[in-house]
Structures are given as C-alpha cells and as structure tokens.
C-alpha cells in the first residue's frame, strides 16, 4: 500500500515538472524567431537553409543575405513587402518588425548560397 502512495505521489511530483511553461524569449531576435516560427513558417523557411513552403515565399535566410540588406531595409521590406492584414491575416506592428529585423539580420552570414 506504501508503495502504491509512493508512487501516485512521484508520478503526480513528475507531471507537474513537465507541466512548468518554457520562459518566454528575451531579446527582441529571440522574440523575431518565436514569431517567424509562429506566423510566417507556413509561407517562409525559418530554419538556416530551410526552404520554403510557399513556392512565391524566400526564405528567410535567403532575403536577410541579399545585397545590400541593411536593418533599415529589412524594416522597410518588412512594413511593405505584403498587404498587411489582407495576405497575412494578421497585422505587423512597428515593434514586431524591430523583432523580425533583428532576427533576420543574425541569418547574414559570409559567403551565403541561396537555397533557391
């Protein structure tokens, strides 16, 4: 009977480990990736040298490497490269966009190669 209380009370102790929330991103790149992942991965690739699911959707790696990207231009692609809310069903605040810019500008790498 011990045993069986033992039990209940360590399976019930080990569900509410699993249970904890993960901690929200911190840094406004973190938060750029949580949102891409969220809201633009049915459309973009989001993962490094993913591609993307949308046939007309770069990834995302793909536009933060084009020449001349810039974080001023990321947030000017940003804020017009779709027809907020209408194709995204969703509205981009000044904000989130400072987000997706960090993010994307920490996919620039040396010597990129388009996966397209």
């Known amino acids: 009977m011990k045993a069986a209380i033992l039990a209940i009370v360590l399976a019930s102790?080990?569900?509410?480990?699993c249970a904890t929330t993960a901690t929200p991103p911190s840094s406004p790149?973190?938060?750029?990736?949580?949102?891409?992942?969220?809201?633009?991965?049915?459309?973009?690739?989001?993962a490094?040298?993913?591609p993307s699911p949308g046939p007309d959707a770069p990834p995302?790696?793909?536009?933060?490497?084009?020449?001349g990207?810039?974080?001023?231009?990321?947030?000017?692609f940003l804020r017009d490269s779709h027809n907020y809310p209408a194709?995204?069903?969703f509205e981009l605040d000044?904000?989130?966009?400072?987000?997706?810019?960090a993010w994307m500008m920490s996919l620039r790498r040396e010597g990129y190669s388009p996966t397209r």
């Open 29 to 46: 790149a973190e938060r750029g990736l949580a949102f891409a992942r969220e809201r633009c991965a049915g459309c973009h690739g989001v």
């Open 60 to 67: 995302f790696d793909d536009i933060a490497n084009r020449p």
């Open 94 to 101: 000044a904000a989130r966009m400072e987000e997706l810019s």
């Open 87 to 89: 194709v995204m069903n």
């Open 13 to 17: 102790g080990l569900a509410t480990a």
């Open 69 to 76: 990207v810039t974080e001023e231009t990321m947030r000017a």
């Open 48 to 50: 490094a040298n993913a």
